[in-house]
């Protein structure tokens, strides 16, 4: 792109209500939150179950700090791993019963990992056309053939395998979409799979934490285990730290360590904020209250939404989008909401497809049921007569 068109193309992203600006947080993350310089009531973190300033995970940084310095100063395979780093890693892996686990610094740079140390040029990724764009990206840079399934189809998917031909093959999915927060079939994405020799790498950047037994997400949920398949997981929503894991077997592990660009080219995480995300995973484990109490401000908040006649899609999870349409109407109802006091994101293409721009509202266990309810009463006042576009 020349450098003379830049400014023409920013100009018409403003024009078309695409623009995205940067907020500035002053302050830890939590129910309400100070944004450029206002007290705000949040329904946009990820940070599922209030875990993102939780002392006892703050402490073990701070504890971590003392031990191993602020930075890891080095790659995993050259002087970065630490005691810290392995110890993670095994808890990891008995958490989501894997065998092996390997941190990444981030979900983006993990599933870029997995994909490009797995397939090769001529191979095929099969991925939901709702997948998360580090899926979608992987796929795209790792050399092979991407081939997008309608979302949820698994018709349309055993279509597409049973014709690909002979060739390696890999299934990707998000286990919770992070844009509709449905869930994947996973049992029947696993079973196909498995009958066309494929890999299934799930994505569960949105399920850990939240589903499962002991928060131990999507594939827990849906009872799924077996060796071709491959989780990935972060670990700055649920469990409030940073950074990302991949957990699968052994040979699957010491191929990443071998292979994946991401991994071996990229200093390794803080070993304190290892001891960190040790101290969020004993919540998470710990944390069937939090479920539960998150479960049912999503429950409150659908029965809710569903008597002021809000087009709400079919999720259960934490994540509740409310569909507006077009998205300088979304723009509208997000500004209007904050100037109620209340801070909801609009989502707009392509981020989701056309004509499908909304609010994006999630819930954290840390919200109580008052605020659910001020919510709604700010839902009714915004979109009962529906904004109109800037």
């Not at 949040?42 to 940070?47: G, L, P, Q, Y």
């Not at 890891?72 to 686990?101: D, I, K």
């Not at 293409?349 to 819930?363: G, K, M, S």
Request: hydrophobic content about 45%; proline content about 5%; charged content about 25%.
């Amino acid at each position: 792109m020349a450098r003379s068109d830049l400014q023409a193309r920013l100009d018409e992203r403003r024009a078309a209500h695409l623009y995205r600006r940067r907020r500035v947080l002053d302050g830890p993350q939590g129910p309400e939150i100070e944004v450029d310089g206002r007290r705000l009531l949040a329904f946009c973190s990820n940070d599922y179950l209030g875990l993102a300033s939780h002392p006892e995970v703050a402490r073990a940084f701070q504890r971590g700090i003392e031990t191993y310095g602020t930075g890891s100063g080095a790659a995993h395979l050259v002087t970065g791993h630490s005691r810290a780093h392995h110890a993670l890693e095994e808890e990891l892996a008995e958490f989501t019963g894997r065998p092996r686990a390997l941190l990444f610094s981030t979900g983006y740079m993990a599933n870029l990992g997995v994909v490009g140390a797995l397939t090769g040029r001529g191979d095929r990724v099969f991925e939901d056309r709702f997948n998360h764009a580090s899926l979608l990206d992987a796929a795209r840079m790792s050399g092979g053939k991407l081939v997008r399934y309608r979302h949820l189809d698994m018709a349309e998917l055993h279509q597409r395998l049973t014709s690909a031909g002979f060739c390696e093959y890999l299934v990707a999915t998000d286990g919770v979409f992070s844009m509709d927060g449905d869930l994947a079939p996973l049992p029947e994405l696993a079973r196909m799979a498995e009958g066309h020799g494929a890999w299934l790498l799930v994505d569960d950047a949105h399920g850990l934490g939240v589903l499962g037994e002991q928060g131990s997400g999507s594939l827990s949920h849906w009872q799924v285990a077996g060796e071709p398949v491959i989780l990935m997981g972060t670990l700055g929503k649920a469990f409030g730290t940073f950074g990302a894991f991949v957990a699968a077997d052994a040979a699957v592990i010491e191929t990443l360590i071998q292979q994946a660009r991401t991994y071996v080219y990229t200093t390794a995480l803080p070993p304190a904020l290892a001891e960190a995300t040790r101290a969020a995973l004993r919540l998470v484990r710990d944390g069937d209250d939090r479920r539960a109490h998150l479960r049912a401000l999503v429950a409150r908040f659908r029965a809710g939404a569903e008597q002021l006649g809000l087009d709400l899609l079919a999720s259960e999870t934490p994540i509740q989008p409310v569909v507006i349409g077009e998205p300088g109407t979304a723009v509208a109802a997000s500004e209007a909401l904050r100037e109620r006091g209340i801070l909801v994101p609009a989502m707009r293409p392509p981020t989701v497809p056309e004509r499908t721009a909304r609010l994006r509202i999630t819930f954290s266990a840390a919200h109580t049921e008052a605020q659910v309810d001020r919510l709604l009463e700010a839902l009714e006042a915004v979109l009962g007569a529906p904004p109109v576009a800037g």
